[in-house]
């Protein structure tokens, strides 16, 4: 069982910064993979970065790739989302989730989700 809690959303300027964590409870967070999922309005979920258990291997979608970074602090059970250069387009809620297993692109891999917080980027 594992418990999720994003923070760190709100608004930013285009070309602005943000840093999104995910703490996590539970047991053996070290096991699980984390990914990082973001859904805006009128449109569905859709997949933005991940990182696997196994290999500590990062994963991104195309639209994020080189502006966006995910990591993780077992010792804190978190899990981090740096988000660099924002666009517009990047505006959504943003929702953290893990399995416990590899990595995987879509939302119905992971087994367990945060509650989701709101980034807005102004133009």
């Known amino acids: 069982q594992v418990q999720l809690v994003e923070s760190g959303g709100g608004l930013v300027q285009a070309g602005g910064s943000l840093r999104l964590s995910c703490a996590a409870s539970?047991?053996?967070?070290?096991?699980?993979?984390m990914g990082w999922f973001r859904q805006a309005t009128g449109k569905e979920r859709e997949f933005v970065a991940a990182?696997?258990?196994?290999?500590?291997?990062?994963y991104y979608a195309d639209s994020v790739k080189g502006r966006f970074t995910i990591s993780r602090d077992n010792a804190k059970n978190t899990a981090y989302l740096q988000m660099n250069s924002l666009k517009p387009e990047d505006t959504a809620v943003y929702y953290c989730?893990?399995?416990?297993?590899?990595?995987?692109?879509?939302?119905?891999?992971?087994?367990?989700w945060g509650q989701g917080t709101q980034v807005t980027v102004s133009s």
């Open positions: 539970g047991r053996t967070f070290s096991s699980y993979a």
């Open positions: 990182m696997d258990w196994s290999a500590g291997s990062t």
């Open positions: 989730a893990a399995r416990r297993s590899i990595w995987g692109p879509r939302a119905t891999d992971y087994d367990y």
